[in-house]
Nanobody, 123 residues
Framework: EVQLVESGGGLVQAGGSLNLSCAAS????????IGWFRQAPGKEREGVSL????????FYANSVKGRFTVSSDSAERTVYLQIHSLKPEDTDVYYC????????????????WGQGTQVAVTS
């Protein structure tokens, strides 16, 4: 059974930092790209970042570039998303997903999804 479990969300003040984790099991971790997505109530889910575990290449949405950093620990089968300089508009449920995207953050190419972790940023 494939499982992706996000953790590390919480309530933080604007300007602060969070470190999110995505722990994977039941899949050949090194074969996959792991994407991060986020969604606020009443809004569409949007792509945030991805990392290809095969070669370590990364991609960031323009909205988070320079503030978010994605990394991967193959031994732990865990992908991390470091978030700095948090803004109130970063308040979302953050999801990780595993797949083989043909273009970055194309959601239909991610076959496995976690349940999400809540990030809330106060001003």
């Amino acid at each position: 059974e494939v499982q992706l479990v996000e953790s590390g969300g919480g309530l933080v003040q604007a300007g602060g930092s969070l470190n999110l984790s995505c722990a994977a099991s039941g899949l050949f971790f090194d074969n996959y790209a792991i994407g991060w997505f986020r969604q606020a109530p009443g809004k569409e889910r949007e792509g945030v970042s991805l990392i290809k575990n095969s070669d370590g290449t990364t991609f960031y949405a323009n909205s988070v570039k320079g503030r978010f950093t994605v990394s991967s620990d193959s031994a732990e089968r865990t992908v991390y998303l470091q978030i700095h300089s948090l803004k109130p508009e970063d308040t979302d449920v953050y999801y990780c997903a595993a797949g083989f995207p043909t273009i970055p953050l194309l959601q239909k190419k991610y076959g496995y999804w976690g349940q999400g972790t809540q990030v809330a940023v106060t001003s």
